[in-house]
C-alpha cells in the first residue's frame, strides 16, 4: 500500500517543525511535491495535513475494537468457518484470555494442502506476534506494517491485554474520517468568522483591530497590513476592497517604520459597509501636509531610497484608494492619518 | 503561461517556494520603487526588480503576485528567502538585467500592466 511506504520513510517528528513554519494551515501537499519543492529551493520544511494527522492519531483512535479470536484447541476446519463467515483473513489466538498466536488465511492455504484440515490451531499458528500498543501513534504502526509486511496486527493495552486488532485499512479509514472533522472544522470557522455581522445584533457592529508598528523595522514592515489583509478575507470583505485596503495599510505602515521615533499603531475599525484605518504616532511630525502631499516628494535618506523606499508616493497611493482621508500633522507632537475604504 | 514555464524560458533560478510554479501569470511590471510596484502591479503579475530585502515579500504578499524576478545577479538575503518561503511568493533570480528580462517576458507574450 503506497500511502504506508511514503509515510515510514519519513523525516523528523513534524511536531519538532511544525512551529518553525508557523503555519496556522498546512497544505495538501503530496510527499512527491514536497520533495520537488526541496530540490529546487531552501524551502522549509513542510508538514503535510496527512504526515501531521498519522503522528497525531493513537492506534486505539483508528483500530477495530471488536476482535474476532480463535482458541488454539480450535481445529482448522473450525477457522476455515470463522473467517469465512466474518469474512477476515486472520485472526488472533488467545488461550485464557491471553494472546498466545496469530492465525491467517495462509496458514489455513497451507494446512490444506498438507490434507490437515483437523488439526489444531495452536499448531498451526505464528506464536512470535508482533502487536502494537493502544497509545502509540498511527506513524508507529505505519512503520511496523511497512516493516514487517503483515496484514494486520493485534492491538495490547500496556498489560498486555488484546484490546483490538488494526488492519492498514483502518489506518487509513481513521485518517480520512479525521481530515473530514478537520475541514468540517474549518469551513466552520470560516462561516462564523464571515456572519460575524449578522450574527452578532447591536446597533452598531464593529471590530476593532490594533497593530503596534516598530521603527526602522525594515524586515517586519508589511506584516500588520498582511495580518489586516488576511483578516478581512477572513470575514468576507470583497476582494477589490481588501486589495484597495491592503494597499493603503501598507504604505501606511511604511510611513510609520520609515519617518517615525518611535513606532505607532494602525487601528482598523471594521464595519459592516466600510473600514476606518487610523495610523497614529507619536513624532516627529510633518512640518507641511499639503506639501507631504505631493506626488514624489520625499524626506527619505539616500540609503531608505536605495532599498526602494522614499518614493515620495506613499500618501498619494494612500489617498487613491481611499473614499476619504484626512491628514494632521503637529510637528514635535505626531501624525494622525485616517482614512476610509467602504467595503 | 505559468510561472514555471517562464522560469524554464528564461533558465531563471527558483530560490524559494519551488511548489508555486503553477500560478498563471497575468501580466508584469518592473520598477525598484515599492510604492510604484503598490499602486501599478496586479494580481498574478510578475515584478521584476532589482531589490531584494525582504520587503520585496511583504509587496508580493499583499499584492497577490505570481512572483518576483531579482535581476542582475543580485542574490536575496537568507532573511528574504525565509520569507518567501513561508509566505509561499516565488523568488527566481538572473544574471541578466531588467530591461533584458522585460525584452524576453514581452518576446513570450507577457504584457506590462499598464
Same mark, same amino acid.
Given at each position: 500500500?503506497?500511502?504506508?511506504? @511514503? ?36 524551502a ?26 480463535v ?23 488467545? @488461550? ?17 494442502e ?31 506494517f511497512?516493516?514487517?509486511r ?33 475541514? @468540517? ?9 464571515? @456572519? ?7 446597533d ?75 495610523a ?61 475604504i467602504?467595503? | ?5 517562464v ?59 505570481? +512572483? ?34 522585460? +525584452?524576453q517576458l514581452?518576446?513570450? +507574450?507577457?504584457? +506590462?500592466?499598464?
Open positions: 500500500m503506497i500511502i504506508s511506504l @511514503h509515510l515510514a520513510t519519513h523525516q523528523p517528528d513534524p511536531r519538532r517543525v511544525s512551529f518553525l513554519g508557523k503555519r496556522t494551515n498546512p497544505k495538501m501537499v503530496t510527499k512527491g511535491q514536497a520533495d520537488k519543492a526541496a530540490a529546487i529551493s531552501r522549509p520544511l513542510e508538514v503535510t495535513k496527512l504526515q501531521e494527522l498519522v503522528y497525531e492519531l493513537k492506534v486505539e483512535q483508528v483500530m477495530t475494537r471488536k476482535v474476532i479470536t482458541s488454539p484447541d480450535d481445529s482448522m476446519r473450525h477457522l476455515k468457518e470463522v473467517l469465512r463467515v466474518n469474512r477476515i483473513s486472520g485472526a488472533p489466538v488467545l @488461550h485464557d484470555g491471553e494472546l498466545v498466536g496469530i492465525i491467517t488465511i495462509e496458514d489455513l492455504i497451507k494446512t490444506l498438507l490434507g490437515e484440515i483437523d488439526a489444531s490451531v495452536g499448531k498451526k499458528m505464528t506464536t512470535e506476534t508482533q502487536t502494537v500498543f493502544a497509545d502509540e501513534t498511527a506513524i508507529q504502526a505505519v512503520n511496523k511497512a516493516h514487517f503483515f496484514g494486520r496486527l493485534p492491538v495490547v493495552n500496556r498489560q498486555g491485554k488484546l484490546v483490538g486488532i488494526l488492519t492498514q485499512g483502518d489506518i487509513v479509514r481513521g485518517l480520512l474520517r479525521q481530515l473530514e472533522v478537520d475541514y @468540517h472544522e474549518e469551513e466552520i470557522h470560516r462561516y462564523r468568522a464571515s @456572519h460575524i455581522f449578522e450574527d452578532i445584533v447591536s452598531q457592529t464593529g471590530l476593532i483591530l490594533r497593530y503596534k508598528v516598530q521603527a526602522q523595522d525594515f524586515v517586519h514592515c508589511g506584516e500588520a497590513a498582511s495580518n489586516l489583509k488576511r483578516a478581512l478575507e477572513r470575514l468576507g470583505a470583497k476582494p477589490a476592497a481588501v486589495r484597495r485596503i491592503a494597499v493603503a495599510s501598507y504604505e501606511a505602515e511604511t510611513n510609520l517604520v520609515l519617518h517615525t521615533t518611535k513606532g505607532g499603531e494602525i487601528i482598523a475599525e471594521v464595519h459592516p459597509e466600510k473600514i476606518r484605518i487610523v497614529v504616532d507619536n513624532g516627529p511630525g510633518i512640518p507641511d501636509t499639503e506639501q507631504a502631499m505631493q506626488p514624489g516628494y520625499s524626506t527619505a535618506s539616500d540609503w531608505i531610497r536605495e532599498l526602494g523606499f522614499g518614493a515620495g508616493m506613499g500618501l498619494n497611493n494612500i489617498q487613491a484608494c481611499a473614499d476619504e482621508m484626512h491628514l494632521e500633522s503637529k510637528v514635535g507632537v505626531g501624525t494622525r492619518l485616517e482614512i476610509v467602504k467595503l | 503561461m505559468t510561472l514555471g514555464e522560469a524554464n524560458r528564461l533558465s531563471l533560478s527558483v530560490q524559494t517556494a519551488g511548489e508555486k510554479l503553477e500560478t498563471e501569470v497575468t501580466g508584469g511590471y518592473a520598477s525598484d520603487l515599492l510604492s510604484c510596484v503598490m499602486a501599478k502591479a496586479r494580481k498574478g503579475n510578475v515584478w521584476v526588480t532589482l531589490q531584494c530585502h525582504p520587503n520585496i515579500v511583504a509587496v508580493a504578499v499583499l499584492l497577490e503576485l505570481a +512572483g518576483v524576478i531579482v535581476t542582475q545577479g543580485m542574490s536575496p538575503d537568507a532573511a528574504t528567502l525565509q520569507k518567501a518561503d513561508e509566505e509561499g511568493i516565488p523568488l527566481l533570480t538572473t544574471a541578466h538585467t531588467t530591461f533584458t528580462v522585460v +525584452g514581452t518576446q513570450l +507574450g507577457i504584457q +506590462g500592466t499598464e
